[in-house]
């Protein structure tokens, strides 16, 4: 048997773990894993019936702003919870002047909701209704403050409902 040379040196000794790098990369990919995780946990969960709601938003916002007649303008339409919002502002009558014609602001209150009737017969929009979703038409005067809500709901799509 020989024997190694006096002066020779050491083989290296294996190493034992893993570089620094590598712990690096897998902290990181750990981190990005976890952050991915957490956003996903605490956003909002997403169901059919917000899917198909965004999607009626989505129609409704085609072509926006656009003239809704009588002085009115159509400015947005956005999903709020389980309220589909549809923003329609004045472009000639103010709060103040509104006030003094109560009589007036009474009966297009009344005519805004014989006009959102039809939507019963929109099949998507009923659909959504059916589902406790409902339609709400904002009136704002010149400067953004609010005239009235009208709201389209299930009760009022059914027969001898306060709307049918």
Same mark, same amino acid.
Request: charged share 20%.
């Given at each position: ?75 947005? &339409? =956005? $999903? ?8 329609? +502002? ?6 103040? @002047? *509104? /006030? ?32 406790? &979703? =409902? $339609? ?8 953004? +403050? ?6 389209? @709901? *299930? /009760? ?9």
């Amino acid at each position: 048997m020989t024997r190694p040379a006096a002066n020779a040196t050491p083989p290296p000794s294996p190493r034992r773990g893993l570089p620094w790098q590598a712990w690096a990369v897998l902290a990181l990919g750990g981190a990005v894993i976890a952050g991915a995780a957490w956003l996903y946990l605490r956003g909002p969960r997403v169901g059919p019936v917000e899917v198909a709601s965004l999607a009626v938003v989505a129609e409704f916002q085609r072509g926006l702003p656009r003239d809704y007649g009588n002085g009115l303008v159509l400015e947005s &339409v =956005t $999903l709020q919870g389980t309220e589909i919002v549809m923003v329609i +502002r004045s472009t000639r009558i103010g709060l103040d @002047a *509104a /006030s003094r014609d109560k009589l007036r602001f009474e009966q297009a209150r009344r005519d805004e909701k014989a006009l959102m009737l039809p939507f019963c017969a929109n099949r998507d929009v009923r659909a959504l209704i059916d589902q406790g &979703v =409902t $339609l709400r038409r904002r009136y704002l005067d010149t400067q953004g +403050r609010l005239f009235f809500d009208i709201t389209l @709901a *299930a /009760s009022d799509c059914q027969p001898g409902g306060s709307g049918a």
